[in-house]
């Protein structure tokens, strides 16, 4: 196992529940990459509890929205465990700042790994929750491992689809993804001969007055107390310049229509990214013989960083609901 240096402190964007128990812990993924969590549990309990994984945004770290709804699952009445991705947070895995469709759909499955041995989880009834890019890793996940019952995807982006095409598909081209290409493999020659990766920024600050609301609504959350953190790709200097050359190439959820267990989709209506998981839903559900426990949920007026963690948007008990008639 790697010798990882882990924080004792409370250190999330998100105030202590008092109601629910608190520890981290490690497991290791497939590719021998140890993977760091917060684990939430509640204070009172009798039995097995169902549980559930938590992981998201892309490029957040536990101690942001992921670890807010793995706390307020636990207070509940479910184990929750929100980890940092490989090459991330607290997480393993060298070089830092670098992710792979292959190795994240890993870090879920690992997680799904953990929760099943331990002896106060009822390994018949775990669930997955993934917010923002992350949403899609979960979907993918769900195509590919039959042991979970329940997936919900929050505010979710298609890494793939926006990596190849560009936002709204306006660089869906030979010509642009070529070019793309051409920088990136550039790129990769410059990184090998200093030995270092340039990273290529995160949320950009400081904020031009001209910039789109929602670059503005990053902004909000990850420059600013409200969800800055040090750890946090998206707070500082972003993931590497080549780090998604994989998505470029790799189209995610093709077998999302042979999904069996439940999923729910959950989006705002006002977030830049609703097309992602509208056209998720739809292509999902298109052509399929499971289409009973599948929903998509739409938020009237809230945008994609609302879902984040605004408590009183997000759809904490039709989450629950979902979850507990679906395990």
Known sequence: MEELKLEQEWDKVFPKNENVNHKKVTFINHFGITLVADMYEPKE????LPAIAVSGPFGAVKEQSSGLYA????ERGFLAIAFDPSFTGESGGK????NSPDINVEDFQSAVDFLSNLENVDSEKISIIGICGWGGMALQTACIDTRIKSTIAV???DMSRVNGNGYFDKEDSEEVR?????AINTQRTEDFKKGEYKLGG???DPLPEDAPQFVKDYYAYYKTPRGYHKRSLNSNGGWNVTASTSLMNTRLLYYSNEIRNAVLIVHGDKAHSYYFGKDAYENMIKDSKYTDNKEFLSIEGATHCD???????????????FIRKNI
């Open 307 to 321: 879902l984040y963690d605004q408590k009183d948007i997000i759809p904490f008990d039709k989450i629950e609901a």
């Open 95 to 98: 070089p830092r700042y670098m």
């Open 155 to 157: 505010t979710m982006y």
């Open 45 to 48: 309990y009798e039995g097995k």
């Open 202 to 204: 995160g949320v950009i």
């Open 178 to 182: 070529y070019n793309k290409r051409v």
């Open 71 to 74: 706390q307020e699952m636990a």
